[in-house]
């Protein structure tokens, strides 16, 4: 082949890509694109099939139904259009950790901490990562980093998360009780009123009462001041102020959005007073049923509902002749041994009112 050949090939090569693209470019600006794809199902224009983002149901060209491709990406059902709509952005996280397959060494994560939203600013922090062979100076950063990424005002609120996540743990809260009692208490922490000593420690206690008045598994303020190893009088103090406060917080709301507490029964307290006392089943349910009759009778209202309950707890013991003292219900309801004695008094005299025959015939 002659040189002179070589270089016409070569010159219709560059003036062929030039018309390529110069066609390309006019397809994808033309106006009537849309027309031709409707009213020429075969025709082979030269087109784009990629489209920029946006919100869409139908097809911009052909009007047919979109649908997700296995890729993921939206597609055009209609077989002569096929438009892929290339738009779909992941808001997930970003990881470089491949299963069972990977084998690298270091951390896969290239996201952040998951954001708190009672901790805004802590949240939209960045983090230093460092491994053993990283210099001081590095080190020196990461700590400043460290120090600099929470204010004091969210450094102490998070102290007081973490205390109360804590405690509430050790006494066996649920975790759906934990998260209620922290977001009450950022509500009252925020509240302008200023708490030392063991009035803070009160109030941050009666996030935890709050919460289980909230979902409906009252505690009494003794049993709070036990899981946060406070004073009686501590707590119950904490607690009337953080009511007091919620109060406050939500006095110009509307009664749909405001705190609903629920009422203190005494069959609130029956089932964890039995578990305690390693009652069976049966006998639990008997307890519930006479509070419940009491609560509907209104038999007892000079008594509180967890003293009720340490009654009625003694009484069945009593009736099914169980190796229960009143000491036993005593350090089980934290209820003194002479208010025990006096309800048993009480439902002694009204046995054959509240208690089936059935029963009374079974443990007679």
């Not at 009143?326 to 350090?331: A, E, F, G, Y």
Request: some cysteine; aromatic content about 10%; overall charge positive.
């Amino acid at each position: 082949m002659s040189k002179e050949g070589g270089t016409k090939r070569r010159k219709n090569t560059v003036i062929n890509r030039k018309e390529l693209w110069s066609i390309f470019d006019s397809e994808i600006n033309s106006k009537n694109l849309g027309d031709d794809v409707k009213n020429n199902p075969n025709s082979k224009t030269l087109e784009c099939i990629y489209r920029a983002s946006g919100n869409r149901d139908f097809c911009e060209y052909c009007e047919s139904i979109l649908a997700f491709s296995d890729e993921g990406f939206l597609t055009c059902t209609n077989k002569t259009c096929g438009i892929i709509y290339k738009d779909i952005v992941d808001h997930s996280a970003e990881w470089r950790y491949y299963g069972a397959d990977d084998n690298q060494n270091s951390d896969p994560t290239r996201c952040g901490m998951p954001i708190n939203p009672l901790l805004e600013e802590s949240s939209y922090g960045c983090k230093v990562l460092c491994s053993g062979a990283m210099s001081y100076e590095m080190r020196k950063i990461r700590r400043y980093t460290e120090w600099q990424s929470m204010p004091y005002k969210e450094k102490s609120q998070y102290d007081e998360f973490q205390f109360i996540t804590i405690m509430s743990q050790n006494a066996g809260m649920p975790k759906m009780i934990i998260d209620d009692a922290v977001r009450y208490h950022k509500k009252i922490s925020e509240y302008d009123m200023t708490f030392r000593g063991d009035n803070r420690d009160g109030i941050i206690a009666a996030s935890i009462y709050i919460s289980c008045r909230i979902n409906n598994f009252p505690r009494t303020a003794k049993e709070i001041a036990n899981i946060f190893h406070l004073d009686v009088t501590s707590a119950t103090k904490g607690c009337k102020n953080a009511l007091s406060i919620i109060n406050n917080i939500e006095k110009d709301m509307d009664n749909k959005e405001k705190t609903s507490f629920c009422k203190t029964k005494p069959e609130a307290f029956i089932e964890r007073f039995c578990s305690k006392l390693n009652l069976n089943n049966e006998l639990t349910k008997l307890c519930q049923f006479i509070s419940m009759k009491i609560e509907k009778l209104n038999i007892m209202p000079e008594n509180t509902p967890h003293s009720i309950a340490a009654g009625v707890v003694y009484f069945i013991s009593q009736l099914c002749k169980l190796n229960v003292s009143k000491r036993d219900v005593k350090n089980v309801s934290e209820i003194s041994e002479v208010t025990i004695n006096k309800c048993y008094k009480k439902l002694e005299k009204l046995k054959e009112q509240l208690i089936p025959e059935v029963i009374l015939k079974k443990y007679s």
